[in-house]
T-cell receptor, first 113, second 113 residues
Framework: AQKITQTQPGMFVQEKEAVTLDCTYDTSDPSYGLFWYKQPSSGEMIFLIYQGSYDQQNATEGRYSLNFQKARKSANLVISASQLGDSAMYFC??????????FGAGTRLFVKA | DGGITQSPKYLFRKEGQNVTLSCEQNLNHDAMYWYRQDPGQGLRLIYY???????QKGDIAEGYSVSREKKESFPLTVTSAQKNPTAFYLCAAGALSSYNEQFFGPGTRLTVL
């Protein structure tokens, strides 16, 4: 069965420090995509970063990087130099075709000043 | 502005009444999606549409209906058959690409009294 697991319901990080949000996935499809979205308190989902299963290098977008370990089926999000505006819910998601994307339960990140 | 609009932001209805949530996009994307989000949980797919006049059930379609008469519009009706309709509803749109990146609207918070 296809599944996304985020084991950290809440995380705290000091401003300007780096933080890693965990995500593991399960699929038997060889072709899939992994996403991270940010959901601030306003509710909208903001796309952060994407990693394809055949991509050789880890994806990076500004302060966001995705630590993709295919053998471990993990796709952790690393946020460098945390800012107060990074406080939000973060969702890991997986797409394996058929126009269905499945989402994890999310991790709430709190950035402390 | 380009993007996805959902209105209203907050919606209140009495139990037993049908209610229609609007979703409009000007991104010219073929695919559109409706998700439901309950407190502390990830997103669950209600319906999706790949082209005009065609749509498919997602994981939790019971008690909901949709239409796709125009490419730009994908309204969701929450019917009285939906047992627990109070939730946050998110609409998304995406290109029919190999990795299915989706862009989300701001969401509608529905409360049934």
């Amino acid at each position: 069965a296809q599944k996304i697991t985020q084991t950290q319901p809440g995380m705290f990080v000091q401003e300007k420090e780096a933080v890693t949000l965990d995500c593991t996935y399960d699929t038997s499809d060889p072709s899939y995509g992994l996403f991270w979205y940010k959901q601030p308190s306003s509710g909208e989902m903001i796309f952060l970063i994407y990693q394809g299963s055949y991509d050789q290098q880890n994806a990076t977008e500004g302060r966001y990087s995705l630590n993709f370990q295919k053998a471990r089926k993990s796709a952790n999000l690393v946020i460098s130099a945390s800012q107060l505006g990074d406080s939000a819910m973060y969702f890991c998601a997986m797409y394996t075709g058929g126009f269905k994307t499945i989402f994890g339960a999310g991790t709430r990140l709190f950035v402390k000043a | 502005d380009g993007g996805i609009t959902q209105s209203p932001k907050y919606l209140f209805r009495k139990e037993g009444q049908n209610v229609t949530l609007s979703c409009e996009q000007n991104l010219n994307h073929d695919a559109m999606y409706w998700y439901r989000q309950d407190p502390g949980q990830g997103l669950r797919l209600i319906y999706y549409s790949q082209i005009v006049n065609d749509f498919q059930k997602g994981d939790i379609a019971e008690g909901y209906s949709v239409s796709r008469e125009k490419k730009e519009s994908f309204p969701l009706t929450v019917t009285s058959a939906q047992k627990n309709p109070t939730a946050f509803y998110l609409c998304a749109a995406g290109a029919l690409s190999s990795y299915n990146e989706q862009f989300f609207g701001p969401g509608t918070r529905l409360t049934v009294l």
